[in-house]
């Protein structure tokens, strides 16, 4: 058989595109080289964020939209608890990254944010303790991602609409041959199709090797609930804060997750590849969590219930690469999404379907091509 598009990575990315493109009634083979939804890639710890008011870039909003459009419709149409509406709040100095991103991207966007004083923000949040001098700006239209239970959703749905997926069939090569069809060739099995798209996350520093990516070791931890009054009466919102040097993200206790989740997003080395990567969590992972815990969320236990090691692919700008494969008509690729792409993942998914089918796509992602990378 020769498919019509062969996705290599059936991670988050890769299990959205498989399903988008089976929707489409197009012959679709997805390869993993691991088994379904596993916890060796980017995909994995119980939970994601999504939020609205990008601070990253304003041009990511109307992705962002699009997705959480996606993500409602998945969950209805699979009956499978996916998304959790819960605040986001933006936490950090005027002058920082943070706090002028988000409103910079909600004045764009004209979207509804409640901008607070520390002394306000105090009011509605005690659990918190930030300097007098910050910002906490509160987006109601953000939520949490059940990150495994999205991608097996996925993988699930385009079984059904006639998806041929292969696990545990790692990918070595493939060529393009003289007729232009791709032959993919994995450890035991080689694959002929009309057109490749490589979703392989964190393994694109060897797929994509034009492309100037990196990979960063994080650790994701889990701490206790707390029970006073404080915790049981005011919901625990998601968080991103800036502290100097670094920044921390939270996310309440949410689909089966053991605890709150707290981790530093970045500030580890850059790695050259996915094998590098110490997938031991060390005791030294958990001090600067220890640090901001004891600085900005005083009541939280500071003690993990559990930690796990997870990958960010990083581009030199940190925002997503999306583009054709130089020199090679057929073949897509979505890498590089550093740190905060699995939102996007069902809009990722409509690009790389249009790209194969229409050549072409509606959705404004031109910002996301690699020639702004040139000379990086
Ligand atoms: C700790 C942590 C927290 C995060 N928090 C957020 C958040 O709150 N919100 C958010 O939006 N994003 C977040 N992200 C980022 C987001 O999770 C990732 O950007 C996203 O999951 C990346 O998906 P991916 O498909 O590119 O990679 P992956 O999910 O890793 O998928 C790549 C797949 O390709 C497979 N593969 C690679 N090579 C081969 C081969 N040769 N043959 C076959 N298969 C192969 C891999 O096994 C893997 O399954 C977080 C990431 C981490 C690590």
Redesign the pocket.
């Given at each position: 058989m020769i498919a019509d598009v062969i996705v290599?990575?059936?991670?988050?990315?890769?299990?959205?595109t498989v399903y988008e493109l089976a929707r489409r009634n197009l012959q679709v083979i997805g390869?993993?080289?691991?088994p379904a939804v596993?916890a060796?890639?980017?995909?994995?710890?119980y939970?994601?964020?999504?939020?609205e008011a990008y601070y990253e870039h304003p041009d990511y909003v109307p992705l962002v939209q699009r997705s959480m459009h996606s993500w409602q419709q998945l969950e209805n149409q699979s009956g499978v608890s996916l998304l959790d509406r819960v605040p986001c709040v933006s936490i950090g100095p005027e002058s920082g990254e943070l706090i002028p991103g988000v409103r910079r991207s909600a004045a764009v966007h004209r979207l509804a944010i409640e901008d607070y004083s520390a002394v306000d923000f105090q009011a509605i949040a005690p659990m918190f303790r930030i300097p007098q001098d910050w910002r906490a700006i509160v987006e109601p239209r953000a939520g949490?991602?059940a990150?495994e239970s999205c991608?097996r959703t996925y993988l699930h749905l385009a079984q059904q609409l006639g998806a041929e997926l292969y696990f545990e069939?790692?990918?070595?090569d493939w060529q393009i041959g003289s007729d232009g069809l791709i032959t993919v060739e994995?450890e035991s099995a080689t694959f002929t199709t009309r057109r490749l798209i490589l979703?392989?996350?964190?393994?694109?520093t060897?797929?994509l090797p034009t492309v100037p990516l990196t990979v960063m070791r994080?650790?994701?931890h889990w701490l206790p609930m707390p029970t006073d009054e404080t915790w049981r009466t005011t919901d625990f919102p998601?968080f991103l804060l800036e502290a100097p040097n670094s920044y921390f993200?939270g996310?309440p206790q949410r689909f089966g997750s053991p605890g709150i989740k707290i981790?530093q997003?970045f500030g580890a080395p850059e790695l050259q590849s996915?094998a590098q990567v110490d997938w031991e969590v060390r005791e030294a992972d958990f001090s600067p969590i220890l640090q901001a815990v004891n600085q900005y969320l005083p009541d939280l236990q500071a003690t993990p219930i559990a930690s796990?090691?997870?990958?960010?692919?990083i581009s030199p700008d940190l925002h997503?690469c999306l583009d054709q494969l130089h020199g090679a008509a057929n073949v897509w690729f979505?890498?590089?999404?550093?740190?905060?792409?699995?939102?996007?993942?069902p809009v990722i998914a409509e690009v790389l379907a249009d790209w194969c089918e229409f050549g072409t796509t509606q959705w404004p992602v031109e910002f996301l091509r690699t020639s702004r990378l040139a000379g990086s």
């Open positions: 290599l990575g059936l991670g988050g990315m890769g299990s959205a390869i993993e080289q691991f596993h060796r890639g980017s995909s994995h710890g939970t994601r964020i999504i939020r949490v991602l990150v991608v069939c790692p990918g070595v994995t979703t392989v996350g964190a393994w694109a060897r797929w994080q650790v994701q998601t993200y996310i981790a997003h996915p796990q090691v997870c990958m960010y692919t997503f979505a890498a590089g999404f550093s740190g905060h792409g699995f939102k996007f993942a």
